[in-house]
């Protein structure tokens, strides 16, 4: 089996992540999938970016599901922007996959024409500003967006993907389900109207902790809430081995979860 083949059948866990980063979990898996899900079939060849693209584990999912696309990873942290450029290349995708390092605060920086991607995805902080108990690792407080002396990042981010899709481009996000109502008033803000929410729910019978999200620039909200994906079988699941236990649904709609390093972000 050749190094590429080996580190593709090995996804996700052969990601590098530099330490004391903010590390990537379910979430970061769940969008990809979902991101996949929202590129209606077609032959044409898709322009997709990611915001906050960290390690690069969303992007580089989506680039292995979906060879017709050119991606473009949008990340602030020197490391994090590294270690992506490096995952790109032990997975052969770095022809395909390309990673900025840049902040999406300096909208007018952004090295994308404006008005030009199919589709744009995205894991915000989901603290605002000031929120939340602070993390002692500064690349991971900056990753939660809680520190105090920062700008609420929501609004950058949909700002940011205003700029770059084309007319009725599809922004997928995930966010905290308790923070719906801010989301969907940044989304508006931006220009965005609301097509699919999936709700995630921890277990059987639990609240949705977390949304993914459909929407489309320059566009009408035309919502369509769809049934709750449920993702373990029960509180607590866990093999033999302390790894998660999925439902059957949660793995066919994202089969990485079954191989993923859960360490960090875990829904």
Known sequence: MSTVAAARAN????LEQPPGSYR?????LLLAAFAGVCL???PRHWQVAELGSGCGAALLALGLHCQNLTGYGLEREPELHAAAGRNA???GLAE???FHCID???INSL????NSLDLVLANPPYRSAGQGRPSPKPLRERALGSSPDEADALPIFCAAAARLLRHHGRFCC????????RLCAALEAAGFGVRRILPLSPYTHAPATRILTESRKNAASELRLESPLVLHPRRNSRTSAGRPLWTRRALRFCPWLDTSAQSGAST
């Open 11 to 14: 996804f996700p866990r052969c």
């Open 24 to 28: 990537f979990g379910a979430d970061a």
């Open 40 to 42: 209606p079939p077609s």
């Open 89 to 91: 290349a032990r997975l």
């Open 96 to 98: 395909r996959l390309h």
């Open 104 to 106: 999406l605060a300096a």
């Open 111 to 114: 090295p994308l024409p404006e």
């Open 174 to 181: 995930i966010f905290a389900a308790e923070a719906l109502p």
